[in-house]
């Protein structure tokens, strides 16, 4: 079994061997990552991830996917190995976010498989509607003033703690308007916000106040708020900073869209309570409003 993880990376299905006794993330030595214990380790990265999981059967192969977190660079490098194994049959296991479950199809041959996760994953416009290209974080010194240097180095400095002194110091540097912080709850299975700042103001002023409580995948556009979780989950999995370029259009209630470029910096903390929180950092470099 192999892993493909959102950078199109492959990974073999080893990293799946888990501490069963941690409710933490494990971040494992190849920096693959996953949920230590609660039940299929594979289908939880593949549902909260965006992983594609390639395990073999009898005279075939069985590919699990969530289409609506598939990357870009994660559906080539899955074409490339079907395309490299020719398998006589594939098995495809998505997760359907309508119905909140699993579904399996027969696609026959792997040209069959081709053209049915070209419809699955490339339907709608999605991709082309968000795009997110991690950094390394070497590129994170900027222009003076932005502070997402000095975030990070804050980040360092307190050992991940998210204690009223880090929260002191990143008001001074006057970041907290342009972040999202949200806090783990039930075991981790949700993330919900506790702070939305005011210039991440994406669905209208109305929304924004309500937000602190909602899930994080409480959000009127579901494509933009699957993204959205699964970089907090990736970044509280891993345990270590993630930094990428975005592009993305996002659908308001109000039928207007609207198109976004900006970096983001996603931050896992530790609580004084011990509990895991996730800090989103963005700074905008377009932001348009289109009129449907």
């Known amino acids: 079994m192999i892993l493909i993880d959102p950078d199109g990376r492959r990974t073999p299905s080893a990293v799946l061997a888990g501490q069963k006794n941690s409710a933490r993330p494990a971040a494992l030595a190849n920096g693959t990552y996953v949920n230590g214990g609660n039940g299929d380790a594979a289908a939880q990265v593949v549902r909260d991830l965006g992983f594609i999981e390639v395990a073999p059967l009898r005279e075939g192969v069985q590919v699990r996917l969530r289409p609506l977190l598939v990357s870009g660079p994660a559906a080539t490098q899955l074409f490339f190995s079907l395309a490299d194994m020719k398998p006589a049959r594939v098995v495809l296991v998505r997760f359907d976010d309508e119905r909140q479950q699993w579904r399996h199809e027969i696609c026959g041959d792997w040209r069959n498989a081709f053209e049915r996760l070209d419809t699955l994953v490339f339907a709608d416009g999605k991709l082309p509607n968000y795009v997110a290209t991690e950094i390394d974080l070497a590129e994170i010194t900027g222009p003076a003033g932005e502070g997402l240097h000095e975030l990070h180095a804050l980040w360092e400095r307190h050992r991940h703690r998210l204690d009223p002194i880090a929260r002191g110091a990143l008001r001074r540097l006057g970041l907290e308007a342009t972040s999202v912080l949200v806090v783990a709850e039930d075991a981790e299975e949700r993330f919900v916000i506790r702070h939305l700042g005011e210039r991440v103001d994406i669905y209208g002023r109305a929304w924004s106040t309500s937000a602190p409580g909602r899930d994080i995948e409480d959000q009127p556009d579901p494509v933009f708020a699957a993204r959205m979780s699964a ?31 900006y970096r983001r910096l996603t931050l896992p903390w530790r609580t004084a309570e011990g509990r895991i929180a996730v800090s989103t950092t963005v700074l905008f470099e377009q932001y348009i409003e289109i009129a449907e």
């Open 231 to 261: 970089n907090i989950r990736r970044a509280a999995a891993l345990d270590r900073p993630l930094f990428h370029n975005v592009e993305a259009v996002v659908r308001r209630a109000s039928r207007t869209s609207v198109q976004m470029s």
